[in-house]
């Protein structure tokens, strides 16, 4: 967890919402007043955000107290308490709606991200988010992905080359593409990995016959299609599935040896969790 990015988010939040005040609060709360919440669950699934919690408390106000009983990556049910909150209760109530939005997004998150997972836990091949994310949300919904059970892919277009349908056509094709970005890497002193999407069997064999790179995407192959992929990549490159895979197509995929399956669905269709704060 990038603990500087995840600080200036919560920042951002705070001040979004609370503005110049919490004047609900502030004017019918007495100053010094002290107070205790439990964060109830009432769904089920996985619980995500205990973490990040912590930290919007710290920033919010740090001599608050939280009891955890329930961590990140634990399956919850309705009726569980996962932790509670003591201390200035007008630093409760300001934090309540912040920790709130980011528990109930994240456990939505990893609760659909497990059920992706489990599904094909039984073989190598490991479920991937995408850069489908919320604007400013992408670290904490990556992570609500690691908790559930996924893998993260690249971060943003700064860590990983992925040669996409429009680099390609734009680049003039996939070997001058993948040439000029091995170039590129070597000028700037780049170590960074390269992927190389394709969109059938003619642009596969050319990223075969060019090389140099890590790993190719399979984008909306069939599954038998992708099964004779595979057998013609060999095990020279890692292999990923993308396009379209759904739950009730998944395990077809990961059946045909790919190493990865990126599915865009695990941070950009997803239901909040329902979660609350209650007062004890």
Sequence with gaps: MNNKYINQLIDLAIAEDIGDGDHSSL???????????????????????????????????????????????????????????????????????????????????????????????DLPTKVLDTRKTTPGLRHIEKLAVEIGGGTNHRMGLYDMVMLKDNHIDFAGGIKPAINKVNEYLKAKNKNIRIEVEVRNFEELQEVLEAGNVHRIMLDNFTVEDTKKAVKMIDGKYETESSGGITLETLRSYAECGVDFISVGALTHQIKSLDLSLKAV
């Design 27 to 121: 004017s019918c709360i007495p100053d010094d007043a002290q107070g205790k919440v439990k964060l109830l669950v009432k769904e089920e699934g996985i619980l995500a955000g205990v973490e990040i919690t912590k930290e919007v408390i710290k920033r919010v106000d740090p001599n608050l107290k939280m009891e955890v009983f329930i961590n990140d990556g634990a399956k919850i049910k309705y009726g569980d308490i996962a932790f509670t909150i003591s201390g200035r209760t007008i630093s409760i109530l300001q934090a309540e709606r912040l920790l709130l939005n980011f528990m109930q997004r994240m456990s939505g998150i990893a609760t659909q991200t497990a059920v992706y997972a489990n599904l094909i836990k």
